[in-house]
C-alpha cells in the first residue's frame, strides 16, 4: 500500500484542505491528534518518557505538558530524545490504521518523509498565513508573526514535496486537490 502524507506550516491550511479530502471520502491519520492519544495511552511511551525526564513527566496518570514542554526546549538533544520515543510509536499507529494518507506539520523536521510514498506541502503566502493565525487563535500580529517565521521555510518545504496546493483564498482548492488524488490513484 502507498502512504501520503499532507504537511503545510502554521496558518497554511492542511487541516482545510484535509477536511476537503475527508470530504471526497479520503480517511486521513492525525499525527498530532495521534501523538497525544499515545502519549496518554501507550505504557511503552509512558516508562521511556518518565525514564528519559522524570516521575513528574506525568500528573496524576496524565501528560504533563509544562514539565515537557520545558525539558524539550532546554536542548536539541532533548527534543531529538523526546521525538525518538514518539515519533516511531506514531509511525506504528498510522501503518496500524489502515489509513492511507497523514496530516503531519514536521514532516521534514522529523526526518518522517522517509515513512511515505509521496508529500504533499499546502502553503500560503505569509501575510494570508499571519492573518488566519490571528483570526483563528486571537493573538496579535506580532506574536502570529513569530510563530510563522518560527517554522521552516515554506519555500524549503515546497521544493523538498512532491506536489503543492496554493491556498492563497484565490487559487480553485478543489481543482487542486481533485488533480493530486486522480496522479496518485
Known sequence: MKHYCITGGIGAGKSFVCNIMREHGIEIYDCDKGARRLINS?????????SLIGEETYKDGRYNTSVVTKFLLASDDNKKAINSIVHPAVIDDFYASGMKWMECAIIYEADLDQYVDKVVAV????EVRIERIMKRD???YD???QWVDGQESQDLVAQ???YVIINDGKKDLHE????IINKLK
Open 42 to 50: 501507550s505504557k511503552v511511551i509512558h516508562d521511556r518518557l518518565v
Open 123 to 126: 502553503i500560503a503566502p505569509r
Open 138 to 140: 486571537g493573538i496579535t
Open 143 to 145: 506574536k502570529a508573526s
Open 160 to 162: 523538498r514535496a512532491d
Open 176 to 179: 487542486q486537490i481533485n488533480t
